[in-house]
């Protein structure tokens, strides 16, 4: 073949691949808000109004980011938040922010998308239903998805090697962009969380934070040093018990993408020689991984982090809290260096498997009831859910607020099968036990 043969054949070889490149530009580029009666619609707009006046009412703002972690468009961000604290200054809230993970965005049609509406619906039907056993007002359920470019290749052949590129562009924007929407948007939540202080009636407003695959790397790497410094702020040495408080109400990621090691100071700190937790706290932190995703499992150990093969590690000595107090155990950190943190068996806290006769519930059905069912877990305790049931491994305090479940391979089948109606249901219950609000005194 002659040079210039071989210059033209590559030319258009590099061009065939730039031209598989995946969409680098934002999504959600208008700004009016949309209006509709349904889940499809509003493929364009920052900000949605879904269902309005119906028992799943809820909004959706998404909020874009690009591969250096930075806002693809400010205004798009301020949109969302300035219809949210309109919204926070007459009515209470539950905010339920999702940032997807590997080989998804924020484009019309993703599954992501897709899914998260329908968990958004859901909530608000539970919400509905919670409000009316509760007689109080309903809250607005505000979604926030976080949208990033989760692949650059839309070549099948190519979508697998951008394993490692993707990694590190969620810790770009985990680093660079994402803690500023969080904190905004908890600080709608906390002023009117504020305001209802001022009239002595409890808090009502809540925040969930979602994170999948490296979507929950991205939520980690934005959260840590929040958590982290919240349970310090908790403990103290004034009321060396009082409850723990993580970021917002809930942070919940799914089949995560990063390392045990990185999780160590949380995990050590929560233990901490079995302290008591109250019966009245709830799920704070949870961390669910399916025994059959390969992606965290197998590829992750020798894709994940490159670097670990030259570093030195120890073995160090850390506690568990058992039923029979404190017990030491070892920790190979090479390994928790390599492994993702639900594979990472000294830290796994519970298994999830199916629930062999379903609980079909009644009409009645009261979801005060979850938060008691919670509240009553003891070492080794099962507690049921809809179609799930939920097993302590021993190795916390049962109300250790933070939760590392496995979860059995049916449920979750792969890195991506998240949203199967067991995983979901089980989710919405979670949701549900940690924004459930305390009851207000009647006047």
Not at 37 to 55: G, Q, V
Not at 90 to 96: E, G, L, R
Not at 422 to 435: K, N, P, Q, S
Request: proline fraction near 4%.
């Amino acid at each position: 073949m002659s040079y210039k043969k071989c210059l033209v054949l590559i030319v258009l070889s590099l061009s065939a691949l730039l031209g598989a490149c995946a969409h680098n530009e934002i999504y959600r580029n208008e700004l009016n808000k949309c209006i509709s009666d349904s889940l499809d619609n509003c493929e364009k707009n920052a900000i949605a109004h879904h269902f309005p006046n119906t028992d799943k009412e809820f909004h959706l703002g998404f909020i874009e980011y690009d591969d250096q972690g930075q806002l693809r468009d400010r205004a798009q961000m301020e949109k969302v938040l300035d219809t949210y604290s309109t919204i926070t200054g007459t009515d209470d809230v539950a905010v339920i922010v999702f940032v997807h993970g590997w080989q998804h965005d924020a484009a019309p049609g993703d599954s992501n998308v897709e899914s998260f509406k329908q968990l958004l619906a859901g909530i608000s039907h539970n919400e509905t239903v919670a409000s009316q056993q509760d007689k109080r007002a309903k809250r607005k359920i505000l979604g926030a998805y976080i949208g990033w470019r989760g692949d650059s290749s839309v070549l099948p052949i190519l979508k697998y090697t951008t394993f490692w590129s993707r990694k590190y562009t969620a810790l770009q924007v985990g680093l660079l962009g994402v803690t500023e929407v969080l904190l905004k948007l908890g600080r709608i939540v906390n002023i009117k969380a504020a305001t209802n202080m001022t009239k002595s009636k409890p808090p009502s407003s809540r925040m969930v934070v979602i994170g999948h695959s490296f979507g929950g790397q991205v939520v980690f790497t934005a959260l840590k040093q929040v958590m982290a410094d919240r349970i310090i702020d908790t403990r103290g040495d004034r009321i060396f018990q009082e409850n723990y408080k993580a970021f917002g109400n809930l942070v919940v990621l799914i089949n995560p993408a990063f390392e045990a090691l990185r999780a160590s100071t949380l995990f050590d700190m929560l233990q901490n020689n079995c302290r008591h937790y109250p019966k009245d706290l709830p799920p704070s932190l949870v961390i669910l991984t399916s025994e059959a995703d390969a992606v965290t499992r197998y590829i992750f150990p020798y894709v994940g982090r490159n670097a670990v093969l030259l570093e030195s590690h120890q073995d160090l000595t850390r506690h568990i809290c058992t039923k029979d107090g404190v017990a030491k155990i070892t920790i190979d950190e090479f390994t928790a260096d390599r492994t993702t943190v639900g594979h990472f068996e000294p830290y796994q806290t519970h298994k999830l498997a199916p629930l062999q006769d379903k609980n079909i519930r009644k009409s009645d059905f009261n979801f005060r009831d979850l938060k008691k069912a919670w509240a009553g877990q003891s070492f080794g305790s099962q507690l049921d859910f809809e179609e799930v049931q939920l097993t302590h491994l021993g190795r916390t305090h049962p109300l250790n607020p933070l939760l590392n479940i496995y979860v059995d391979g049916s449920l979750i089948k792969d890195h991506n099968d998240i949203w199967r109606k067991e995983v979901m249901g089980f989710l919405r219950d979670i949701i549900t036990i940690g924004i459930t609000p305390y009851l207000v005194p009647a006047e």
